[in-house]
């Protein structure tokens, strides 16, 4: 990992402009995206599809695709990818493009979501315009609620559009809160994969925390620079709730109050929330003996906090979905899901998934596994099989500090701590994209990023995160370096004359082809993949910038092609994705929603098959059920769940027999705020009174069987099917 501060870049570009370059690059996406929500932009670099389709083919993060022949021009040039079309010469087409600029009209079809393209030349609306889709009523509810200033958690079905949701109130919070926005908005979710669907950074990042196993390491919210970081957050947004436990969400939200002096929730910041309790929960820790009794466990579910209910939370249930069109599909995943009827949903998946895919476009279906094992396994297994050279992409990665942390007057102590907090930052660790990628032609791939390329009738053509491919062959950097530059030149980018005709979109246009060849020329890699698509798009994929800023400290980049092999997935890490074809390995799943959040990553029964599976396999936690029954009862402060108070108590009753500092009543009642970090524990351990309790329905012993003496998800009695509390323990 490189540090790069103050010091000049491998092109010679100084560090500090670099860092502006790159983030005006980021910006330029983003903007493209605002916009794309508000008006249509014409996008010059868009090509026209080889089958004559005047359009943009979308590659996003999911399209699976595959590479073609070596011997093809990169005739065709967008930000993110390029499109093969040997049919059409690069300089016609760019020219077209330019010519029609002022022809397109708007055709952005509201009732059916899609966009459609008048007969204005190969000229196209922006990917991002033309994936666009309206907000259905419920999706606008969840919009008025945020625009009120509402603290709000939306939560439905797997495919109901939360992420998508959020990222619409992100776009919109950033057109509120323009140069402001990184400093009011925190942008959060439990684990760094989650993160990646929101550009945002972990929950713990954002909030200054490391790995917290005790409570006093919760004290370092209150560090000097953190501390007046959170202080001028205005909002905060998490996604993937289903990840945070109540323990995290309960001492966050106290020691928000402390820190910002406000005893209101969350201590004044605006909390939007989006997940779904029935997928994956928090890993929790397991008690063992002789643990001391301060130990942060990160137990429960969010909503099983007291401050949780304290917040005025406005609860919205989406219940469209999305993702799936089938009706019999969708119902089964929604009984998979409550944990109704299990054998007959079971049973209809087995008459419908137990069989071979078809193979689409020489495109195979993505494994999913419950363990890291099988993937690895797999994955590594099928590439040895397949014949020829073995390319290595190695990410170019780096650390960019806040520009107010280079300063010359800035403590250079600081400096170094804030490098090495972002040196060590777990999106290192967690980012979608490997630090190395090993792939042959052949191989099997998955898209992790969207790409800006679109088209189609309806869109059909879209490529998206998740989107599958194959490899067809690899291209030398340096000829796809000269398609970009003939493209900059046909674009009029390297004449003045040209550029000073264009308008502000055109110039961003040709900035943004430039940026690309900078980063290709900085990158070590000497070939690009091509890739062939499910959809039949066939695409070169360049590295793409992966990041994720810590507001006042800096941001963390990694610059890496966005794919990955995709022969095997672990579940835990398709969460968020959308698949088009899918093989499921059911029987070892271990954790709550495990195999819901595997079989909704389906976009159709056609598309799924079920490797194996048992009884047990589907686990649902009454705990969840009992929430969403109040949600769907429209009355969700009728929810009797007392896990908290009951574990608590257990907690602390323990404590008073054993380590009398850990104790529950420790916690301050709201009102009376103190300015230092809630260090000592709200509880303390016992094995004994710890079991059975995740699930908040059993005094003692097992969640499942109400026995003492074993865990639920070990519970002897849980064969055949019954349910079990969805903690994972490490
Ligand atoms: N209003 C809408 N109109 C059309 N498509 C939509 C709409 N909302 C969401 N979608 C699409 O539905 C799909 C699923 O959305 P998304 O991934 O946000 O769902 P999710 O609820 O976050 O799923 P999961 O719980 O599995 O993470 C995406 O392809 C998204 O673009």
Redesign the pocket.
């Known amino acids: 990992m490189r540090r790069k501060r103050n010091s000049l870049t491998p092109d010679g570009v100084p560090q500090k402009r670099q860092a502006t370059l790159l983030t005006s690059f980021a910006r330029i996406d983003k903007a493209l995206a605002i916009a794309g929500s508000k008006r249509k932009i014409v996008d010059l670099t868009k090509p026209t599809l080889s089958n004559g389709i005047s359009g943009k083919p979308t590659c996003s993060n999911g399209s699976q695709g595959g590479a073609v022949s070596q011997s093809r021009p990169a005739s065709h040039v967008s930000a993110s990818c390029v499109e093969l079309n040997p049919s059409r010469s690069l300089n016609k087409t760019a020219q077209s493009s330019l010519q029609s600029v002022s022809h397109v009209s708007d055709t952005y079809n509201v009732k059916s979501?899609q966009a459609s393209v008048e007969a204005a030349g190969p000229s196209t609306l922006s990917a991002d315009e033309a994936?666009s889709?309206?907000?259905?009523p419920e999706?606008e509810k969840v919009m008025q609620l945020v625009r009120d200033g509402k603290n709000v958690f939306f939560t439905?079905?797997?495919?109901?559009?939360?992420?998508?949701?959020l990222n619409k109130i992100i776009e919109e919070l950033r057109i509120k809160y323009g140069r402001d926005f990184i400093s009011k908005v925190a942008l959060a979710a439990p684990t760094g994969i989650a993160a990646t669907h929101i550009q945002g950074t972990t929950l713990n990042a954002a909030l200054g925390l490391g790995i917290c196993n005790y409570y006093k390491d919760f004290g370092s919210m209150f560090k000097k620079e953190t501390r007046a970081r959170i202080s001028r957050y205005e909002i905060l947004i998490v996604d993937e709730v289903s990840m945070l436990s109540a323990e995290l969400f309960n001492t966050i939200e106290s020691n928000l109050k402390r820190l910002r002096n406000d005893v209101r929730p969350a201590g004044g910041l605006q909390l939007i929330m989006?997940g779904?309790f029935f997928?994956l929960p928090p890993v929790t820790k397991k008690w063992t003996p002789g643990m001391p009794s301060d130990m942060f466990l990160n137990w429960g579910y969010a909503f099983q906090a007291p401050a949780w209910k304290a917040a005025n939370i406005e609860h919205v249930l989406?219940t469209k979905v999305?993702?799936q069109q089938d009706g019999e599909f969708i119902k089964i995943l929604d009984n998979i899901r409550y944990g109704h009827d299990i054998p007959a949903a079971l049973k209809r998946l087995r008459e419908l998934c137990m069989r071979p895919l078809l193979s689409s476009n020489g495109i195979k279906a993505t494994q999913l596994f419950s363990r890291n094992k099988e993937v690895d396994e797999t994955n590594i297994r099928e590439l040895a099989v397949l014949k020829g050279a073995t390319a290595v992409f190695g990410a170019e990665d780096e650390v960019v500090l806040d520009p107010a942390l280079q300063g010359t007057h800035v403590d250079p102590t600081w400096q170094r701590e804030a490098t090495s907090r972002l040196e060590k930052n777990e999106f290192f660790r967690d980012c979608l994209a490997a630090k190395e990628i090993r792939m042959k032609v052949g191989a099997q791939v998955l898209l992790i990023k969207n790409l800006d390329l679109e088209g189609g009738p309806n869109n059909s053509r879209q490529l998206?995160n998740g989107s599958r491919g194959v490899i067809t062959s690899m291209v030398p950097k340096a000829d796809v370096i000269r398609g970009l530059e003939a493209n900059r030149k046909a674009l009029g980018g390297d004449n003045n004359i040209s550029m000073s005709k264009m308008d502000s979109k055109g110039t961003q246009l040709v900035t943004e082809v430039h940026k690309k060849v900078e980063m290709l020329r900085g990158w070590a890699g000497t070939e690009i993949p091509v890739v062939r698509f499910r959809n039949g798009a066939e695409i070169q994929v360049l590295p793409t910038i992966f990041s994720s800023t810590v507001p006042h400290t800096g941001e963390c980049r990694r610059v890496q092609i966005p794919l990955k092999l995709a022969w095997a997935l672990t579940i835990h890490k398709c969460?968020?994705l959308?698949l088009d074809l899918v093989q499921v390995s059911l029987k070892d799943c271990f954790a709550q929603g495990q195999a819901y959040?595997a079989l909704?990553?389906a976009r159709s029964l056609e598309g799924l098959q079920i490797l194996d599976l048992d009884s047990s396999c589907v686990r649902t936690d009454p705990a969840v059920s009992d929430f969403y029954a109040a949600l769907k009862g429209g009355d969700i402060k009728s929810l009797k769940d007392d896990a908290w108070e009951r574990w608590s108590c257990m907690r602390s009753g323990s404590a008073a027999q054993g380590d009398q500092t850990a104790g529950f009543g420790s916690q301050q009642p709201v009102g009376s705020v103190s300015q230092q970090p809630q260090a000592l524990n709200s509880f303390g351990a016992s094995q004994a009174v710890l079991k059975g309790a995740t699930g908040g329905r059993q005094n003692n012993g097992c969640f499942h069987c109400g026995q003492p003496g074993h865990w639920a998800n070990n519970c002897p009695s849980k064969k055949g099917g019954g349910s079990t509390t969805g903690f994972i323990r490490r």
């Open positions: 979501g994936s889709p309206q907000l259905c999706q439905g079905n797997a495919g109901t559009g939360k992420t998508f949701m989006c779904d997928q989406l999305f993702r998206v969460q968020g959308t959040v909704s990553r």
